[in-house]
């Protein structure tokens, strides 16, 4: 909608429901999202004394629905487990995926949401002492 026509529903409800109403300046809901698929490979390690940080993920992101450029694309995304082994243990792919979706909530070029991406994690590594759920 135009902001014309916004001010006219405004002056609608105002003038039928008898109603006060405090009206902001509009917004438009900015998208990110990706174009292509790429690979990433990422070691987190931070020791401070005693017991450190230590994760290792390797994997890809792709878009979702690259063909569909219409209004009714899903505009969610996805993580999907690829992992083969026990190379990260089942415990830390939760945290993985809270992680994957915080980031989708501000995106990296304007801060809007990300959307139409698929997470997919391929591999990784762990530490004995320092892997945890917090370092993942």
Do not use: W
Not at 12 to 18: A, N, Q, S, W
Not at 33 to 45: E, M, R, S, V
Not at 76 to 89: C, H, L, R, Y
Not at 121 to 127: P, Q, R, V, Y
């Amino acid at each position: 909608m135009g902001e014309l026509h916004l001010f006219v529903y405004c002056e609608r409800i105002k003038r039928e429901y008898d109603v006060d109403i405090i009206v902001g300046n509009p917004t438009v809901n900015y998208r990110e999202t990706i174009q292509g698929n790429a690979k990433f490979t990422y070691l987190h390690k931070k020791q401070s004394g005693g017991a450190g940080q230590y994760a290792k993920v390797i994997g890809y992101v792709e878009p979702i629905n690259e063909s569909i450029t219409s209004e009714d694309a899903d505009l969610s995304n996805v993580f999907k487990n690829g992992t083969e082994g026990q190379n990260i243990p089942n415990e830390y792919i939760p945290a993985i995926e809270k992680a994957f979706h915080e980031f989708c909530k501000k995106g990296p070029k304007t801060g809007y949401p990300v959307v139409g991406m698929r997470y997919v994690l391929k591999d990784g590594a762990t530490h004995v002492v320092d892997s945890s759920s917090m370092a993942f």
